[in-house]
C-alpha cells in the first residue's frame, strides 16, 4: 500500500508538473507570437510611411520626403538583417538581436522572437510566414530601386518618367499590402493551432488523472467491503469457540505451564502437536518482554474473579518474528490454578487495519472532491475536498440523501444522469455544481457503480473535479485570439472575420457597408517623445472613442500599431457614414489627458463602400487603405472615400 501510495502522489505530482510546464511552454509561445504580430505592424507601419513619403516627393520633388521615405525604410532592413543573420548557418543571434533593434522591436521580446524563428522555423506556419517574410524582403528591395530611379528621374526633370514610376510605385504597394495580409493570417493561424493543441493536451492529462482517481475510488471502496467482511467473520468466531478450529485454545497452570493446546494455537506459532510431548511450553515464555506486565494483570483478574477481560499482546513464532493475537482466559471448574484461554491470530486483522487506514488517507489527501452513496443515494462517506467544495461538515451530511441534479442544468444533462443512476451505468461528464451557499462551480463530474463481489450494485462514487481554472484558461485563449490585447477591442483576425461577416449580409440583404480606415497623425512623435507606456494609454483612450462612437451592430477594431478600423453594417443612406466619419474626426481630435500631460493628435480616415469599390474582403480593405493614403496627402483632420483614379 506504501508503494501504491507513492506511485499515486508521484503521478499526480508528474501529471500536475506536466500541465504547468505546458501551460508556461504555450503562454511562451503565444507571446513569441504576439511579439511577431507586433513587429509586422511595425513593418507594415514604416513602409507605409515610406511609400507615402515617395508619392508626396514624386508630386513635390521635395528632397526631405525622399529623405524620409528612406529613414522609414531602415525599419524594414533591420527585420531583414535579422531573419537573414537567423537563417544563416550557424544563426547570428548577436546579428539578429541588432536587425530586431532596428526594426524597433522592444527589447525584451527579442530573445523569444530569436528562439521561435531558429527552433521552429521548419513548422509549417512558420516556414509559411518566414516565406512570405523573404519575398516581401524582396518587394522591398525594389521599393529602394524604384526610390533611386524616381530620384534620377526628378533630378532629370522627366515627368514622363516620374509618371510612370509612380504607377510601378502603386503595384509595389499593393503586392506589399498583400505580403502584410498573409503574413498577418498566417501567424492569425499558427495562434489558432496554439490553442487547439493546449486543449487537446489539457484534455488528454485530465482524462489520464480521472481514470487514475476511478481507479483509486475503485480500490478504497472495495477495501472497505472486504474489510466489514472479515471484521463480521472475525467476530462469527467468539460464538464458535467451543466448536470450531477458527481460534486458538490452550489448557494452561497459572504458573506458566500449557498442558494442552488445539492445533490452531501451535499453527500460529509454526508449532506441532509433538512440541507439546517433549519440553512443555510456558506461555509466560512465549509472550513478548513488553507485554508480560499485561500477563501478569491478568493473572490477577484470574484469581479475584476468575476471568479477565480480552486483551491484545504479542507471542514470539518459532521464526522469532512477532505475531500479534488477542487473548482472553477463564478458570476451570472454579479451580485456582487451571483455566482455559483462547487466542485469536490478530496478524490478518492488523494488515487490514493499515491498508484502511492507508486507503482513507489517499481519500483525504485527494485533490478531487469524492462522495459516496448507498443504493439510496445517501451518503456514506465524503473527504475533505468534498466537504470544501460543497460548504458542509462531514458530520451533518452522513446518512441525507443527496442529489447531485440542480435547476441550473438543461434537460437533456438531467435526463442523462437521471438514466445512469437508474440504469446502473457510470456516467461522466462537465457540470455546474451548486454548493450550500448557492454557489455554481464547474466540475468534471465521474460517476462510478460499485459492485459487491457477487456483481450485486451496492455504492455509487461521485468524483468531483474543479475545472474553473481549465474553462477560465480556455475563455482567456479566446479572448486573446480574438481582441486586441492593448486595447481590449478586436484585432485584426476579428475584423477580418466580422467584415466577411458583414460583406454576405450586405449581399443578402441587398445593403451596403463600409469600411473606415483609420491612421493616427502626431502619434509617432508621442511615442518617441514620451515613450511606449504614453503611447499605449493613448491608444487605449482611442479605442475608447471610437467604441462608443459606433452602433452595437458595427464593430471597431485596431489592425496594428496607429491604425483602427470601423465597420459600418446595414446602410440605407450614405449620409450615415459622413456623419460617423464627421464624429470620429472630431472625438480623436479632442485633447487627451495621459499621465498629467496633455496631447493632441489627428486621424486620417479612408473610406471603402462594399459593393462599389470591393466585392470581397481583400479588395473592400485594399480600397479603403489607399482612400486613407489619399486622404493624409489632403491634410490633418481628413477623410476620402475610395474612387477608381486611386486604385
Known amino acids: 500500500m506504501h508503494l501504491r501510495l507513492y506511485q499515486v502522489t508521484t503521478l499526480l505530482v508528474a501529471t500536475a508538473a506536466i500541465m504547468f510546464a505546458t501551460g508556461l511552454f504555450v503562454a511562451g509561445m503565444m507571446n513569441n507570437v504576439r511579439s511577431y504580430v507586433r513587429g509586422e505592424n511595425l513593418w507594415a507601419k514604416a513602409q507605409k510611411e515610406s511609400v507615402l513619403a515617395l508619392y508626396k516627393y514624386a508630386y513635390t520633388g521635395e528632397p526631405s520626403y525622399l529623405h524620409a521615405s528612406r529613414e522609414f525604410l531602415s525599419v524594414n532592413l533591420g527585420d531583414q538583417k535579422a531573419r537573414q543573420a537567423l537563417q544563416a548557418v550557424p544563426p547570428d543571434t548577436v546579428a539578429a538581436s541588432e536587425g530586431f533593434l532596428q526594426g524597433e522591436n522592444h527589447p525584451d521580446d527579442i530573445p523569444g522572437m530569436i528562439s521561435l524563428f531558429i527552433n521552429y522555423q521548419n513548422i509549417s506556419y512558420l516556414k509559411s510566414a518566414i516565406r512570405i517574410w523573404s519575398e516581401a524582403d524582396l518587394l522591398i528591395a525594389d521599393l529602394r530601386l524604384l526610390a533611386d530611379q524616381l530620384e534620377q528621374a526628378v533630378n532629370n526633370n522627366h515627368p514622363d518618367v516620374v509618371a510612370v514610376l509612380v504607377t510601378q510605385l502603386d503595384r509595389l504597394n499593393h503586392e506589399l499590402k498583400e505580403k502584410e495580409f498573409a503574413f498577418s493570417s498566417t501567424l492569425g493561424e499558427a495562434s489558432r493551432w496554439i490553442k487547439s493543441t493546449l486543449i487537446v493536451v489539457y484534455s488528454v492529462l485530465f482524462i489520464l488523472l480521472l481514470i487514475v482517481s476511478v481507479l483509486i475510488a475503485r480500490n478504497i471502496a472495495r477495501q472497505l467491503r472486504a474489510t466489514e467482511e472479515k471484521l463480521r467473520i472475525s467476530d462469527h468466531r467468539f460464538t464458535s469457540l467451543a466448536r470450531s478450529d477458527l481460534v486458538g485454545i490452550f489448557e494452561f497452570e497459572l504458573g506458566g505451564k500449557i498442558i494442552e493446546a488445539n492445533r490452531k494455537f501451535l499453527s500460529m506459532l509454526g508449532l506441532h502437536k509433538d512440541d507439546l510431548d517433549g519440553q512443555p511450553l510456558n506461555w509466560q515464555t512465549l509472550t513478548v518482554a513488553e507485554d508480560r506486565d499485561l500477563d501478569q494483570k491478568a493473572a490477577q483478574a484470574l484469581r479475584a474473579q476468575g476471568a479477565c477481560a480480552p486483551y491484545d499482546k504479542q507471542l514470539w513464532h518459532v521464526d522469532g518474528h512477532k505475531v500479534p493475537v488477542y487473548v482472553g482466559a477463564v478458570l476451570l471448574n472454579e479451580q485456582q490454578e487451571t483455566g482455559l484461554a483462547f487466542v485469536i491470530d490478530q496478524t490478518e486483522k492488523y494488515q487490514m487495519e493499515q491498508e484502511l487506514r492507508l486507503s482513507a488517507i489517499v481519500m483525504s489527501h485527494s485533490q478531487d472532491a469524492i462522495v459516496i ?275
Not at 399 to 419: C, P, S, V, W, Y
Not at 598 to 626: F, K, M, Q, W
Request: with cysteine; aromatic share 8%.
Open 373 to 647: 452513496l448507498d443504493e439510496q443515494q445517501k451518503v456514506m462517506s465524503a473527504n475533505q475536498a468534498f466537504c470544501e467544495l460543497a460548504v458542509c461538515d462531514i458530520e451533518k451530511i452522513i446518512g441525507r440523501k443527496f442529489d447531485i441534479i440542480n435547476d441550473t442544468m438543461d434537460e437533456e444533462e438531467r435526463l442523462a444522469i437521471r438514466d445512469a443512476l437508474e440504469s446502473k451505468e457510470n456516467w461522466e461528464g462537465d457540470i455546474d455544481f451548486k454548493n450550500t451557499v448557492n454557489e455554481l462551480i464547474p466540475v468534471r463530474l465521474s460517476i462510478s457503480i460499485i459492485q459487491d463481489e457477487q456483481h450485486d450494485y451496492g455504492q455509487y462514487v461521485y468524483m468531483l473535479s474543479d475545472i474553473k481554472a481549465r474553462k477560465e484558461a480556455e475563455e482567456r485563449l479566446q479572448y486573446l485570439a480574438s481582441f486586441d490585447t492593448l486595447t481590449g477591442i478586436a484585432n485584426r483576425i476579428t475584423f477580418q472575420s466580422r467584415l466577411n461577416r458583414a460583406i454576405s449580409r450586405a449581399k443578402r440583404h441587398n445593403k451596403e457597408c463600409s469600411i473606415l480606415f483609420i491612421d493616427l497623425n502626431k502619434f509617432k512623435p508621442v511615442n518617441d517623445h514620451y515613450g511606449h507606456e504614453v503611447g499605449d494609454e493613448l491608444l487605449k483612450q482611442v479605442a475608447e472613442r471610437l467604441k462608443a462612437l459606433v452602433r452595437s451592430v458595427d464593430t471597431a477594431a485596431r489592425i496594428g500599431g496607429d491604425e483602427f478600423v470601423v465597420i459600418l453594417e446595414d446602410i440605407e443612406d450614405r449620409a450615415i457614414i459622413h456623419t460617423v466619419v464627421k464624429r470620429i474626426i472630431e472625438a480623436v481630435a479632442e485633447p487627451y489627458e495621459v499621465k498629467a500631460l496633455e496631447i493632441n493628435i489627428s486621424c486620417s480616415v479612408g473610406i471603402s463602400v462594399y459593393p462599389h469599390d470591393g466585392s470581397n474582403d481583400v479588395e473592400l480593405t485594399r480600397s479603403a487603405d489607399i482612400a486613407m493614403y489619399a486622404a493624409k496627402s489632403m491634410g490633418e483632420s481628413q477623410y476620402y472615400f475610395f474612387n477608381r483614379r486611386l486604385g
